[in-house]
């Protein structure tokens, strides 16, 4: 029998309590269980501007919000919300870094213009001329970036309503039960995504006035960049003997996924569905193969594989009895 190989766990202190807290895999700040203190690993330095969303909704606002979420959905069977029963609420604090900026672009270029036309006929040809033009975007932007790559996607592309953020405290984390998720973009790589976003901001405005760009003198200065932490609950319920799960932002109360059973008369309609394109495609094929190479056999073909695609959708939502409900 083998033996599993345990990868020696490493260990940081932390840089305010002191404590020795473990390092988890891909991480590229830790956060101290016990004092809520973010460590920055590459730097050995705690990260001093640490907030967090708080979370408005638990319990029995969340067993009433996912039946609510489900109802406008097809397919979920009519008891769904008496016969649900909600398993375990698991809160996830989720990593994001969120950086203030200002940034300045003065910028040169050609712009066009339609030169006043001084004629009698009407159907004269509109005549588009350059001309060089200058001008400046002054803006102050508030940029946010995920704490993973390729994990928990779902989260990424979420408005965060940052402004609501309040300073982070690990006793109101502990008191709600939730584990906190550290980034793996470090501090170096979200900066450098951030400025990305507010460069990509300026070109937008820029390119609204002027089509080509001939010069740029751009300053982009760092406000304030905050370590933030948002909630959300990860729920998991039955129905009969199905299981399935949703994702809700805790701060918001919005469902962001949820899975949910397929009622009995959907999935009859889905087996019948099921039989009826395995004959279509059967007789397609028939046809083909009779009438082969003429039109009618090509389009049995189009018609088969068509028909085939939506199969595959078919058999698995009838043989898995599951369907995500997300927006
Ligand atoms: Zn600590």
């Given at each position: ?208 006035e002027i089509y080509k760009i001939e010069g740029l003198n751009q300053k982009i200065d760092l406000k304030e960049v905050s370590y933030l932490h948002v909630p959300f609950y990860r729920i998991t319920y039955k129905y ?7 994702l809700v932002d805790a701060a918001r109360g919005k469902v962001l996924r949820a899975e949910y059973p397929i009622s009995r008369s959907h999935r009859f309609w889905g087996f019948t569905f099921i039989l009826l394109a395995l004959g279509v495609i059967g007789g397609a094929i028939f046809a083909a193969l009779q009438t082969a190479l003429s039109e009618w056999g090509l389009a049995g073909i189009v018609a088969a594989v ?22």
């Amino acid at each position: 029998m083998a033996i599993e190989q345990q990868q020696p766990t490493k260990k940081i202190n932390c840089g305010y309590c002191q404590a020795e807290v473990e390092i988890p895999p891909f991480a590229s700040v830790v956060t101290c269980p016990y004092c809520g203190t973010p460590n920055e690993l590459r730097t050995g330095k705690i990260i001093q501007n640490h907030h967090m969303l708080s979370v408005y909704f638990s319990g029995s606002e969340l067993t009433e919000l996912i039946p609510e979420y489900l109802s406008k959905y097809v397919g979920v069977p009519s008891d769904f919300a008496d016969k649900v029963i909600f398993t375990d609420f698991e809160l996830r604090m989720m990593p994001f870094w969120v950086f203030k900026f200002h940034g300045h672009t003065d910028y040169t270029g050609l712009g066009k213009y339609c030169p006043a036309v001084h004629s009698t006929h009407w159907s004269r040809s509109i005549n588009i001329q350059t001309r060089p033009e200058r001008g400046s975007i002054d803006l102050d932007q508030t940029c946010l970036v995920f704490g993973y790559r390729e994990q928990h996607k779902e989260i990424r592309d979420e408005k965060i309503p940052v402004g609501s953020k309040e300073a982070f405290d690990i006793n109101a984390v502990n008191a709600e039960g939730g584990r906190i998720y550290d980034t793996e973009i470090g501090y170096d790589e979200a900066y450098r995504n951030a400025e990305e976003q507010v460069k990509k901001r300026h070109n937008e405005l820029i390119y609204r006035e002027i089509y080509k760009i001939e010069g740029l003198n751009q300053k982009i200065d760092l406000k304030e960049v905050s370590y933030l932490h948002v909630p959300f609950y990860r729920i998991t319920y039955k129905y009969g003997n199905w299981t399935g799960e949703a994702l809700v932002d805790a701060a918001r109360g919005k469902v962001l996924r949820a899975e949910y059973p397929i009622s009995r008369s959907h999935r009859f309609w889905g087996f019948t569905f099921i039989l009826l394109a395995l004959g279509v495609i059967g007789g397609a094929i028939f046809a083909a193969l009779q009438t082969a190479l003429s039109e009618w056999g090509l389009a049995g073909i189009v018609a088969a594989v068509i028909f085939a695609g939506v199969l595959i959708f078919g058999i698995k939502e009838t043989v898995t009895k599951k369907k995500v409900a997300a927006e």
